[in-house]
């Protein structure tokens, strides 16, 4: 497991952006994928992004598509979501996350979240 820290949420108007981080530390070096995933008050929580750490593949929720882009720096072990046209039902508690074991179609570690606010 890795630790993840979150960090770049906040409160922004409609149509505004905002750029989350996730900072991974301790036992990067097993990092096979990083993915972003938010959860809405009475929401079960739910995919945004996926991206590939070594390869750099993504992929995205629908909700994101043409908003969202997530990224990765491998050398300084820290994934973005660049958020763009923010509307009010993007309001979540983000989480980052990260696979770094068997089984591969499993993330096993977890973020604390950030808090995006989008107000109308």
């Known amino acids: 497991q890795v630790q993840l820290v979150e960090s770049g949420g906040g409160l922004v108007q409609a149509g505004g952006s905002l750029r989350l981080s996730c900072a991974a530390s301790g036992g990067t070096l097993s990092i096979r994928y990083m993915g972003w995933f938010r959860q809405a008050p009475g929401k079960e929580r739910e995919f945004v992004a996926h991206?590939?750490?070594?390869?750099?593949?993504?992929n995205y929720a629908d909700s994101g598509k043409g908003r969202f882009t997530i990224s990765r720096n491998t050398a300084e072990n820290t994934m973005y979501l660049q958020m763009n046209d923010l509307k009010p039902e993007d309001t979540a508690v983000y989480y980052c996350?990260?696979?770094?074991?068997?089984?591969?179609?499993?993330?096993?570690?977890w973020g604390q979240g950030t808090q995006v606010t989008v107000s109308s």
């Open positions: 996350a990260a696979n770094t074991r068997e089984p591969i179609n499993r993330y096993d570690s």
């Open positions: 991206i590939t750490w070594s390869g750099g593949t993504t």
